[in-house]
Every structure is written in structure tokens, then in C-alpha cells.
């Protein structure tokens, strides 16, 4: 049987539109990778700055930064930021201080 190169161009198609993933998915994981990132900071009401990045699945980490105020009674409510790793495949979420990604006021 002869294949066409046509037909073997039609299958590679249809097999990357099948692993794709649907926007549905994409919403349901971004908002696992959300809640996950939130319950494990240590931030009061944590919030999202931005969207998260999504690196390759060779990588298996999505980045969320996360702002919100330290709970700690000392810190009286300062703004602080964090960096939220998401592993893909243990949905595990890591997180660490980041507040020095915010810029600082310089002294005139």
C-alpha cells in the first residue's frame, strides 16, 4: 500500500490537534496552580500579579508571582511578594520571598 505524502500530512495534524489541550483544561489547571500557590504562602490574602508562566514540559514548572501582606504582627501589614513554583507533575507548589523583584524608590 502506498501512502500519500498528503495523508501523512493530515495525520500529523489530526495527531497535534489531539494532544492539544483544550481551553477548559487550561482553565482548570491554571486555577489548581492558583490555589495551590495561595494555600502554600504565607502571604494574607495573596492575589496573582499577572499571568503565570508556563514553561516546557521538559522543564515541569509553572512560575506564579503572588503579592499580598505578611502576616507576621511585627511586619504590621507591609506588602510583600512571592515566587511560586508549580511542579506539573507532583502539583506540588514551592515558594520563596521575592521581594526583590519589586523597584526601589531611589533618593533624589
Not at 489547571?29 to 490574602?45: E, F, I, Q, R
Not at 501589614?77 to 514551592?94: D, F, I, R
Request: proline fraction near 5%; aromatic fraction near 8%; charge should be positive.
Amino acid at each position: 500500500m502506498k501512502v500519500s505524502p498528503l495523508t501523512l500530512l493530515c495525520l500529523a495534524a489530526l495527531a497535534t490537534q489531539a494532544n492539544a489541550s483544550s481551553p477548559d483544561a487550561w482553565a482548570a489547571y491554571d486555577k489548581a496552580v492558583l490555589a495551590s500557590c495561595t494555600k502554600a504562602s504565607g502571604l494574607k490574602n495573596a492575589k496573582p500579579v499577572g499571568n503565570a508562566a508556563q514553561f516546557n514540559d521538559r522543564v515541569g514548572y509553572t512560575a506564579l508571582l503572588l503579592q499580598g501582606q505578611y502576616p507576621q504582627k511585627h511586619m504590621k501589614g507591609q506588602q510583600g511578594t512571592e515566587l511560586c513554583l508549580y511542579n506539573k507533575k507532583s502539583k506540588t507548589a514551592y515558594v520563596t520571598e521575592w521581594d526583590s523583584i519589586r523597584p526601589t524608590a531611589k533618593a533624589q
